[in-house]
């Protein structure tokens, strides 16, 4: 064998244990987010608009402080042990503790804002022992950036699996039991201690070193920030909106307002999955202009795709889904869901653009983009869901990505020189609107599924005619932006 046939042969393996990692981190993703959009879609059912609308309410307040308390830690830990696995065990205790601590200082102002809100004893009982869950999901987060660290994807899986196996088991037979809220958060409870335990489990074997090389209190302080600035201002614009649904409107309309964005989140897997599996490639591709602009072209293409068929699908089939799914209590959803929807348009190639970003090391940009989101965010929802509830907010979400996607744009355009577009995109968009416009008249005049269906039809063979799924088919073949 020639030296050059050696050193192919010997390249490989990483190539394929990278795509492996990725592919089990994607599974993790999958399960977790699989796992609790079924369990949402049950609790939404069995507990009716307004009690399922005090759950999410109380689970946008408890994800926030988790994010406060270094929910973040989790990559920082994966960071630093990769470079340093000697300072395992003692940055893991120090990182667990420095969290644990945040949360003791949270936990006062946290029962304290649910008792000015004007929330009885019953409600604040069943919040504190959700509160409580903060202290092993500190131990889990932890665990899985040592885990990460290690490239021990396989226990992501299985963690994932052991949480969301407990929510969906416990959940469904406490609600049908008896659908309260009091039983869909001991579902929570329960299956975040279950999982923290298992991460104790198997982390334990990976916690060895020296204390000697471990970082100084404050540098871990300085360090640490950056990690909670960031996934904090994401999730204040993310989740606010439900928080204040539930504060400016009511109960109710959080409720009407969470099952279809709850579903809006869920679609998030499709990129996410994507952005894990690419940007290996991208980022070893390190080149001139015109090939960043053409890379950059052809992953939003992908991504651009990958948004228009659950946007097709869900505006022309929300009624019956809603229906069928929920029942009639919550046939407000119906609309709410068909203007949220196409949030998934710009949300789906943002994550195109940051992936791009990420991988020319740009990311200190998103602290600002994600500022100017929050605010944006933040101000249209006091404003505007007094006056029109539910359907602001659903707005307010496409407002927000819209000028997320807009701050990347001109980030792109001013670093790198070129204006970043989906290929074809003009006139995919012009046959694609049209088609949709065609199936929602086709709805009055026949069952939904049918018009879907030939709506479907009709714009795939449009992209297979000319050419569009050729092209993405070979662009992500293997992974292949770059060729």
């Not at 089990?24 to 399922?52: D, H, N, Y």
């Not at 885990?147 to 899986?157: E, Y």
């Not at 979400?397 to 003009?426: C, D, H, S, Y």
């Not at 269906?453 to 770059?482: C, K, P």
Request: glycine share 8%.
């Amino acid at each position: 064998m020639s030296e050059i046939g050696s050193q192919t042969c010997a390249a490989k393996p990483p190539k394929y244990l990278i795509w492996s990692g990725a592919a089990q981190v994607s599974a993790a993703q999958m399960i977790r987010r699989s796992s609790r959009l079924i369990f949402f879609f049950v609790a939404a059912r069995k507990l009716g608009p307004e009690t399922f609308g005090l759950y999410a309410f109380l689970l946008a307040v408890f994800e926030t402080l988790a994010l406060i308390s270094g929910e973040g830690f989790t990559e920082y830990l994966m960071r630093e042990l990769s470079k340093n696995p000697a300072a395992a065990g003692a940055l893991y205790s120090r990182v667990c503790l420095l969290r644990c601590l945040y949360i003791i200082i949270l936990f006062g102002p946290a029962i304290v804002f649910l008792q000015v809100l004007g929330h009885p004893k019953p409600i604040l009982k069943v919040a504190f022992w959700l509160f409580m869950t903060l202290f092993p999901r500190a131990f889990l987060g932890v665990g899985q950036g040592v885990i990460g660290a290690v490239r021990h994807f396989r226990s992501l899986v299985w963690l994932e699996g052991v949480q969301g196996v407990g929510l969906l088991a416990v959940g469904i037979v406490l609600l049908i039991k008896s659908p309260t809220l009091g039983n869909a958060i001991w579902a929570e409870v329960i299956s975040v201690f279950a999982a923290a335990l298992g991460s104790l489990l198997i982390v334990r074997r990976f916690l060895h070193g020296n204390w000697e090389v471990v970082p100084s209190w404050r540098r871990i302080l300085k360090e640490t920030a950056f990690f909670n600035l960031y996934p904090l201002i994401i999730n204040i614009y993310d989740r606010i909106d439900v928080v204040l649904l539930s504060v400016l409107a009511s109960n109710f309309a959080a409720g009407i307002y969470a099952v279809p964005y709850r579903a809006l989140g869920a679609l998030q897997i499709l990129p996410f999955g994507l952005k894990t599996s690419v940007l290996p490639s991208i980022s070893n591709n390190i080149a001139g202009t015109h090939s960043d602009k053409q890379l950059c072209s052809r992953l939003l293409s992908v991504m651009y795709l990958l948004a228009l068929f659950p946007v097709l699908a869900l505006t022309l089939l929300a009624g019956p889904l809603i229906l069928v799914l929920f029942g009639k209590n919550y046939s407000p959803s119906v609309p709410v869901l068909r203007i949220l929807i196409w949030a998934v348009v710009p949300m789906f190639l943002n994550y195109g653009l940051n992936t791009f970003l990420l991988a020319r090391s740009r990311e200190r940009v998103f602290v600002w983009t994600g500022l100017i989101c929050t605010v944006v965010n933040v101000v249209a929802n006091v404003v505007l869901i007094p006056h029109y509830s539910y359907y602001a907010a659903a707005a307010v979400t496409i407002l927000t990505e819209t000028v997320l996607l807009a701050q990347n744009l001109f980030i792109i355009r001013k670093m790198f020189g070129f204006f970043a577009l989906p290929e074809r995109f003009w006139q995919t968009s012009t046959i694609f609107l049209l088609l949709i416009a065609a199936g929602l008249a086709g709805n009055a005049y026949a069952p939904s599924i049918l018009s879907t269906t030939v709506t479907f039809l009709a714009f795939t063979t449009y992209l297979y005619l000319n050419g569009y799924l050729h092209s993405i088919r070979d662009w992500t073949r293997h992974g292949a932006f770059t060729g």
